[in-house]
C-alpha cells in the first residue's frame, strides 16, 4: 500500500529565510506521480507541481524548488527567500499510475509554514 | 479554462438532519470527480470518486453517500448527520485518474 510521511507538522521560518518542506513516500510500483499541493488560509487546494518516478530531473519554479531522489523515497520542497504569503498548509501526495482503481491520490498529513513578518 | 464551484460555503447542520453538498465543473468533459474531507488539523481522506454519470466509488464506509446525476455535477449526501461528520469537504476534479487533481474552495461543515 501506498503511503506518505510528512514528519514536520509546523515550521515557523522568518522572512526571507530558505525553508525546506521534507516528504518520505512509499510504494511497492516502480511507476507512479509525486505531487505538491499549498492549501491557504482560504482553504482550497492549489497543485504545485507533478512529477513522475521515471523523470528524477530537480525542478526549479521561481523562489520554489523540488528535489526528489529514488534512492531515499523523498520529495522534498524547498522554498527561498521565504515571504509571508508562503503561510500555507503544504500536502505531499502520491499514486501509483497503474494497478487497481482504488490507489488514487494519498495524501500526506500535511506540514503547516508559517512565515513569520 | 475550467473552473470548479462548490457551495455552500459554510453550513451549520444539527445532528440528526439531512445534508446535501453541491459541486459542479465547467470547462471540461467527463472529469472524474471526487470528495474529500479533511478533519480539523488533519490531512484529507478520500470520500468518493466517479468516473461517469451514475459510477461511484466509495473508499471509506460510512453515512454519506455521493450521487453524479449529470456529467460535470457532483453531490455529496447524508440521511441524518453524525458529530464525527463535520469537517472540511473538498470537491475536486482531473482529467485522468491518479493524476493531479483541481479542488474547489471547500465547504466547511459543522454538525452541532
Known amino acids: 500500500a501506498q503511503k506518505v510521511t510528512q514528519a514536520q507538522t509546523e515550521i515557523s521560518v522568518v522572512e526571507k529565510e530558505d525553508v525546506t518542506l521534507d516528504c518520505v513516500y512509499e510504494?511497492?510500483?516502480?511507476?507512479?506521480?509525486l505531487f505538491w499541493y499549498k492549501q491557504p488560509p482560504s482553504g482550497e487546494l492549489v497543485f504545485l507541481i507533478r512529477?513522475?518516478?521515471?523523470?528524477?530531473q530537480n525542478e526549479i519554479s521561481g523562489r520554489y524548488s523540488w528535489n526528489f531522489q529514488k534512492s531515499t523515497s523523498s520529495f522534498n520542497f524547498t522554498i527561498t527567500a521565504s515571504q509571508v504569503v508562503d503561510s500555507a498548509v503544504y500536502f505531499c501526495?502520491?499514486?501509483?499510475?497503474?494497478?487497481?482503481?482504488?490507489?488514487?491520490?494519498?495524501f500526506g498529513g500535511g506540514t503547516r509554514l508559517m512565515v513569520k513578518p | 479554462s475550467q473552473t470548479i464551484h462548490q457551495w455552500p460555503a459554510t453550513l451549520v447542520q444539527p445532528v440528526g438532519s439531512p445534508l446535501s453538498l453541491e459541486c459542479t465543473v465547467e470547462?471540461?468533459?467527463?472529469?472524474?470527480l471526487y470528495w474529500y474531507r479533511q478533519a480539523a488539523g488533519r490531512g484529507l481522506q478520500l470520500l468518493f470518486y466517479?468516473?461517469?454519470?451514475?459510477?461511484i466509488s466509495s473508499e471509506v464506509p460510512q453515512n454519506l453517500s455521493a450521487s453524479r446525476p449529470q456529467d460535470r455535477q457532483f453531490i455529496l449526501s447524508s440521511k441524518k448527520l453524525l458529530l464525527s461528520d463535520s469537517g472540511f469537504y473538498l470537491c475536486?476534479?482531473?482529467?485522468?485518474?491518479?493524476?493531479?487533481?483541481?479542488f474547489g474552495s471547500g465547504t466547511q461543515l459543522s454538525v452541532l
Open positions: 475536486a476534479w482531473s482529467v485522468f485518474l491518479r493524476e493531479e487533481l483541481f
Open positions: 510504494t511497492r510500483d516502480t511507476t507512479y506521480y
Open positions: 512529477r513522475n518516478s521515471f523523470d528524477e
Open positions: 501526495a502520491l499514486s501509483e499510475a497503474v494497478g487497481n482503481a482504488g490507489n488514487m491520490l494519498t
Open positions: 470547462g471540461t468533459s467527463n472529469p472524474n
Open positions: 466517479s468516473v461517469g454519470i451514475g459510477q
